[in-house]
């Protein structure tokens, strides 16, 4: 099936603020699209239909099937399954899609951190598993998803030696016709721990502080610690074999103030937002996951560990920005 002329069949399992816009566009470009979420936003989206709104246009979109459980979903044959699920959640979803899904289906995942392609692959066949990059950023209210920020081309890479990149072809060109730039790379690993260490620097900072991401390049308190995270995390990835861009720490810090961090200065984090609704955040898969490899590979992660263990207080104690502030300033004086 061509996906960029051919209607396809599109399940999207954690339609929030990513699902939400991927399932959306896809949607209203002709594709048959079912969303699978939460109620807080999709009984808003089942009512009065997905508002898309930002730097991707205006669109109202009414052509979306909605699903709140797994129970609630059509027994169809699915082109594409899109993972958009918090890390949390990846292990539920697996469960959930291990009887519903063909041997035709691909299984995309569209999520932060490490870990989840593992998660997938110990339910569902590693042949039908593709890893997926995105960089653009959403802000999510009950039936609305607004698109702050674009990063980049979507990536789509094969993660298991068994899937011919030949057959995510079709599924780039669907979601290009749908408006999502997308290719195909043979360096998606590499193209994941990009973006987690990009994740690792600038999330936990900016939801401790309650500050969009610009605001941090403000003191060198916050440099220092975003230096110390990417320098740990260039680490633990050498160790992990993977061939990271720029070659090194250095080079990356210094795209990351000069490039990065500015093109997205107002952004938010979906942590942040995760804590404002009291709901437990992706810091496990993003510098915990780093801690827990940096243990394997006998690497100190201490900055990794500090901001892991802040973001859990911060979960359990509900730490107050001034007080998150207080303690970053004194970093400086040990």
């Not at 807080?40 to 699903?67: F, T």
Request: glycine share 10%.
């Amino acid at each position: 099936m061509n996906l960029s002329t051919d209607k396809g069949n599109w399940l999207v399992v954690g339609a929030g603020a990513i699902g939400s816009v991927v399932g959306g566009l896809l949607a209203k470009s002709g594709q048959r699209v079912c969303l699978l979420g939460r109620p807080w936003h999709l009984d808003e989206v089942r009512r009065n239909g997905l508002v898309l709104r930002g730097i991707l246009g205006e669109h109202q979109i009414r052509d979306c099937r909605v699903a709140l459980e797994f129970e609630e979903l059509p027994r169809e044959t699915w082109d594409v399954v899109l993972v958009t699920v918090k890390s949390n959640d990846t292990l539920e979803a697996a469960r959930g899609l291990a009887d519903r899904i063909q041997s035709s289906t691909q299984v995309i995942s569209l999520q932060n951190g490490l870990g989840n392609w593992e998660t997938l692959a110990e339910h569902l066949p590693v042949s039908q598993l593709v890893g997926g990059r995105v960089i653009f950023g959403v802000e999510l209210e009950p039936g609305v998803a607004t698109v702050t920020v674009w990063g980049g081309d979507i990536l789509l890479g094969a993660l298991a030696p068994a899937l011919p990149l030949e057959r995510l072809k079709p599924i780039a060109e669907g979601l290009t016709s749908a408006g999502l730039k997308t290719q195909v790379t043979d360096r998606i690993r590499e193209a994941l721990w990009s973006k987690v260490i990009y994740n690792c620097a600038l999330n936990p900072l900016s939801t401790l502080l309650e500050v969009p991401y610009g605001r941090l390049l403000e003191t060198e308190a916050t440099r220092h610690l975003m230096r110390g995270v990417v320098k740990e995390s260039y680490q633990v990835g050498r160790a992990e074999g993977m061939d990271l861009a720029p070659s090194t720490a250095e080079e990356y810090s210094k795209e990351l103030f000069d490039r990065l961090i500015p093109a997205t200065a107002a952004h938010h984090p979906s942590m942040l937002q995760d804590l404002r609704r009291r709901k437990k955040t992706e810091i496990g898969a993003l510098n915990g996951a780093i801690v827990r490899m940096g243990i394997r590979h006998r690497i100190p992660t201490p900055v990794n560990g500090l901001l892991t263990d802040l973001i859990r207080a911060k979960e359990t104690l509900g730490l107050s920005a001034v007080q998150i502030k207080d303690r970053i300033a004194s970093l400086k004086k040990q």
